[in-house]
Structures are given as structure tokens and as C-alpha cells.
């Protein structure tokens, strides 16, 4: 028996019995929430130019829609982390020794159990927090996994990072590792990504680590390619932001008065997705009393994917006392994986 095993793990438990789901987000689990919701959008949307945040596109729709970018051919990034993980989770689990995984941006959890595996191989017991926003992935996702592993815990938080971050309680674990891969890092504004390392570091104990997936800077045409793939997923992606506006805040925008519009803005090394309006138009977004003028090409900024310079991003990563104890990267060294130790 090794030092981690006890009874209750040795006779495998249901998964009712190892599985604890919160929701954070839920409208009735936050007064305060109700004041706010919405007050990114209005904001946004009243600014020149305007802007939406990336938290819209992910309705149980576009979490969907994303799974399907991430198996499309042009868009390198999904397989080429998974790969890297593939080669080095073995050397990620004997660095960080046995520890409770966060994921933030969790999804579907496929790239996690590359992670799972290599701690279970090592005799490390699994515990696992998979934070999302979208309840219904969620939690399909959490079952899928502890059916899958029979050891296996899971507190499933469905919340924003910010709050899953405060409600961290203290791990049973000797340590805890923070992932955030997939390179959702790139969808924050640089002072977006100080404010998030602020928090990472706060939730965390010191000799704890932090595991991050960055995309890197690359040709523009590979980068293009990727966020205009040829069969529209993405274009169905970016489009799907107002259907889900439309229904959070009774709002009629017409999807056939838009396009989707991504370019590398080479300056600021970002990807930037838009949606654009085909025509003048004034889109009624009910339960915000708002009412949004649109000139006609009019765009909405929807999202940017920043591309990231390795030593660039360590230093940063460093001044926040998040310091890099290891990076490993693909050969063609378009993308990269980050361990990371608050000191
Ligand atoms: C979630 N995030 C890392 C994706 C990206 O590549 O920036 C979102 C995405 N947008 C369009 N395609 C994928």
C-alpha cells in the first residue's frame, strides 16, 4: 500500500460519492452578481470602438463550437500542446510530486487526463478541480472522467476564475498545481494577465506551482489560417456571442446582419477576431435598456489571442514571483508549456 492509499481508495466509491459540483455562478448564488451582469457589455458596447469580452462566447453552444476548432486541421494550437504534454507530463508530475490539479478553463478536460494518467503511473493520488463557466460541459465532463478513473475525486466549480481563485479550500494534497493551458492567457489584455498572476499568486502556497500553455509568435499566414478556417467553425464561433446575447439579454441582434472578421495585428502580436456589421442598424438589448447604433462595416472587437515571446513572457512571469522552473516546447517552437513555482 503506498503512503497515499487508505481504505476509502482502495474500495472504489461511486461517482456521487467522488464527485462535488458548485455553482458559483448560478443567479440565485450571488445577490451582487445581479447588480453587475451586464455592466461588461453595456460598457463595450457604448465605447468607440466597441468591444464585447470573450466570457460571451461560451454558452453551452460555444463551448461546443470550440471542441470542434480545436479538432479542425488549421488550428495548430490544441494539437501541438497536447503533444508536448504527451512528452513531458511524466517529467510535470515528478517535478510537482503528488498534488491536487485546478484547471481553469477546464472544457471538456481532454488535455487533463494526459496530466491524470502520468500522476496515476507515479502512484500519486488524483484529485482534480476543473473550474468553468459552462455548467453543462462541466459536469458531463466530470462524470465522463470518473467513470474513466476509479480513483479519482472531483470538486467541479462552475464559476469565473476570479471566484474559483477565492474559494480554493486548503488541499488535502502535499501540494497544489494551477493549470491554465490551451493558451486562454493569450484572450487577456496585457494588464488583464498582471491582474490574473496576482491572483494565481494569491491562491497559492509557496513551493505550489502554476502550469501555463501559451501559443507563440509565428508567421502570419499560419496564424491567420488558423482563426479563418475554411469550413466556418469560427465564423460560427464569433456569430454564436450574440445568439447568446440575444437570449441572456433579450436582445435582437439578426446573425445575418454580421461577419466574422480575424486578422494578426502584428504590432501588438494579437490575433483579433471582430464581428462586423453588414449595414447601419439598431440592435434593442431589452434587459439592458440599451439600444446599440451600428454604422454600416461597423465592427465589435470580440476578441484578441496575443502570441507570446518566451523569455518576454518568464520575466513577466518572474517580477509576479511566479517563477519558471521549466519550459518545454515543440520542435517547431510554436507553442509552449510553462511550470512555474510561487517562491
Ligand atoms: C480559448 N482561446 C485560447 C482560443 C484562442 O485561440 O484564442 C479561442 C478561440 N478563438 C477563436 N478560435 C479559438
Not at 493569450?186 to 494569491?202: K, Q, V
Request: include cysteine; glycine fraction near 4%; hydrophobic fraction near 40%.
Amino acid at each position: 500500500m503506498s503512503i497515499f492509499e487508505t481504505a476509502s481508495n482502495i474500495y472504489p466509491r461511486s461517482i456521487e460519492q467522488r464527485l462535488q459540483i458548485e455553482n458559483l455562478i448560478a443567479p440565485a448564488a450571488i445577490a451582487t452578481s445581479r447588480l453587475t451582469e451586464g455592466k461588461d457589455a453595456i460598457a463595450g458596447l457604448t465605447q468607440t470602438p466597441k468591444t464585447l469580452p470573450p466570457r460571451y462566447f461560451y454558452d453551452d453552444r460555444g463551448s461546443q463550437l470550440f471542441e470542434q476548432i480545436c479538432e479542425l486541421p488549421e488550428y495548430y494550437l490544441t494539437r501541438t500542446e497536447t503533444a508536448i504534454l504527451q512528452k513531458y507530463a511524466t517529467e510535470i508530475a515528478r517535478l510537482t510530486g503528488a498534488c491536487e490539479l485546478v484547471e481553469l478553463g477546464s472544457g471538456s478536460s481532454t488535455k487533463t487526463r494526459i496530466l491524470l494518467d502520468a500522476y496515476h503511473k507515479l502512484g500519486y493520488p488524483l484529485h482534480y478541480i476543473p473550474v468553468d463557466v459552462s455548467a453543462g460541459i462541466l459536469e458531463s465532463s466530470a462524470r465522463q472522467l470518473l467513470a474513466d478513473y476509479t480513483t479519482l475525486k472531483v470538486r467541479a466549480l462552475a464559476s469565473t476564475y476570479e471566484l474559483a481563485l477565492e474559494r480554493l479550500a486548503p488541499t488535502l494534497l502535499p501540494s497544489r498545481t494551477i493549470c491554465f493551458i490551451g493558451s486562454t492567457l493569450g484572450n487577456l489584455t496585457p494588464s488583464e494577465s498582471d491582474e490574473f498572476f496576482a491572483r494565481i499568486f494569491a491562491a497559492l502556497e509557496v513551493g505550489e506551482y502554476f502550469l501555463l500553455g501559451v501559443d507563440l509568435q509565428k508567421p502570419k499566414s499560419v496564424l491567420e489560417a488558423a482563426y479563418n478556417d475554411r469550413q466556418g467553425v469560427t465564423a460560427a464561433f464569433n456569430l454564436n456571442m450574440l445568439q447568446h446575447l440575444n437570449w441572456r439579454y433579450d436582445s435582437n441582434f439578426d446573425l445575418q446582419n454580421f461577419e466574422h472578421w480575424a486578422f494578426y495585428n502584428e504590432t501588438e502580436h494579437q490575433i483579433e477576431m471582430h464581428l462586423r456589421s453588414l449595414r447601419s442598424q439598431t440592435v434593442q438589448m431589452r434587459s439592458l435598456n440599451l439600444a446599440v447604433e451600428f454604422a454600416d462595416r461597423e465592427t465589435i472587437r470580440t476578441e484578441i489571442s496575443r502570441k507570446f515571446n518566451l523569455k518576454t513572457l518568464q520575466q513577466q512571469l518572474q517580477i509576479q514571483g511566479l517563477i519558471p522552473i521549466q519550459t518545454w516546447t515543440d520542435t517547431k517552437n510554436w507553442f509552449g508549456l510553462l511550470l512555474c513555482q510561487k517562491k
